[in-house]
């Protein structure tokens, strides 16, 4: 690897911060994550309810047919119960590892505050702060630190190539660090945007690269260049160990406030299929003037599916979470084979 093309090599392929340009990027990032989950379902309901009135007026569907309506409520119905039971199911899975003996309870405290412990001498401060978006705003301020150390510990080396190569990383750390920096000082934890700022931030790129640079390259670096790739290396891992704690306990919550709202919704949507299949139960057909019929039926059914409209909005979020954070450490699934600027192959090692 030669230093003409150090952009390039050194280049993330993580999931770094402002890595979205294109309006429908933005858009598709919006409803996955940013957008808040509720609004998502409403939107969907809606988009249901809307959907089968301009159906009925373009004369494609009716709802005069009686057996058809009644078939329908009743498979409603029976989906909305099979829907409730398996979100009650989740919810006691999630509650499940909620529950630990005192043993179990001591050692999780013990390593947490062990973790709390090497953050604190990791960031020169007395201790850790209690709140989470604090904590990885820390980190962030730490990695950057350690990043602008060492572009000051290697500039005065006499090897050009390495130099260029470290400063080059330096430079997107610190880019990274200040736009990560920024969205968590106007953020809370309890909303999404602290654990979507976490889960963006590039830190499994970066300690690839550091460790790289550090096993490659450790005997032409300084001694001050080589203790600060160590720290370097060592915050990068705590903080990706505080992300996966943090993003753990914040989709626990997702899941239970889901399955509270589940609920909620559930019982008024087996109402509304209820009484969809009323509606049709008199001997004279449909109790409702016709003019209304597409309207009002569109309502219920747009009650009836807000509990899958909750499910969806939630899973999606869920789901673009875990996707992005699959792997702990340097392993890489979205990286393609022949990407990156470092190629190893079995005795590379060896003189």
């Given at each position: 690897m030669g230093s003409s093309e150090p952009d390039?090599?050194?280049?993330?392929?993580?999931?770094?911060?402002?890595?979205?340009?294109?309006?429908?990027?933005?858009?598709?990032?919006?409803?996955?994550?940013?957008?808040?989950?509720?609004?998502?379902?409403?939107?969907?309901?809606?988009?249901?309810?809307?959907?089968?009135?301009?159906?009925?007026?373009?004369?494609i569907i009716s709802f005069v047919n009686d057996d058809s309506v009644t078939r329908l409520a009743g498979g409603m119905i029976a989906g909305t119960f099979s829907l409730v039971t398996l979100v009650v199911s989740i919810n006691q899975l999630i509650l499940s590892q909620e529950f630990a003996s005192a043993g179990n309870a001591q050692n999780q405290l013990a390593e947490i505050m062990e973790i709390r412990a090497d953050i604190a001498a990791q960031s020169n401060v007395p201790a850790s702060p209690a709140s989470p978006t604090k904590l990885l705003e820390l980190l962030v301020e730490t990695i950057a630190v350690h990043a602008s150390e060492l572009a000051d510990a290697t500039t005065a080396h006499d090897d050009s190539e390495h130099s260029e190569l470290v400063r080059t990383f330096t430079n997107s750390i610190e880019e990274s660090t200040d736009r990560t920096r920024d969205t968590l000082e106007h953020t809370q934890f309890g909303t999404f945007t602290a654990v979507s700022t976490a889960v963006e931030y590039d830190a499994t790129w970066q300690l690839y690269v550091a460790r790289q640079l550090r096993e490659q390259y450790g005997d032409s670096l300084s001694s001050a260049a080589t203790t600060t790739v160590d720290e370097l290396i060592e915050t990068l891992e705590l903080f990706i160990t505080?992300?996966?704690?943090?993003?753990?306990t914040y989709l626990q919550r997702e899941l239970t406030q889901f399955s509270q709202l589940t609920i909620y919704c559930g019982v008024p949507a087996i109402l509304a299929a209820m009484t969809i299949g009323l509606l049709y139960g008199g001997f004279s057909g449909a109790m409702i003037?016709?003019?209304?019929?597409?309207?009002?039926?569109?309502?219920l059914i747009a009650i009836v599916v807000s509990p899958l409209s909750l499910l969806a909005s939630y899973i999606l979020r869920t789901a673009a979470v875990t996707r992005r954070t699959?792997?702990?450490?340097?392993?890489?699934?979205?990286?393609?084979?022949?990407?990156?600027?470092?190629?190893?192959?079995?005795?590379?090692?060896?003189?």
């Open positions: 390039d090599t050194l280049e993330s392929y993580g999931t770094d911060i402002g890595s979205q340009t294109s309006s429908l990027a933005r858009l598709r990032e919006w409803v996955l994550v940013e957008a808040n989950r509720l609004l998502i379902a409403a939107s969907i309901s809606l988009f249901v309810f809307v959907f089968f009135l301009v159906l009925s007026e373009l004369g505080a992300r996966e704690h943090f993003k753990t003037s016709g003019s209304y019929q597409p309207y009002i039926i569109s309502g699959a792997s702990i450490g340097p392993m890489l699934p979205q990286k393609a084979p022949e990407e990156g600027p470092f190629e190893v192959s079995y005795g590379d090692d060896m003189d």
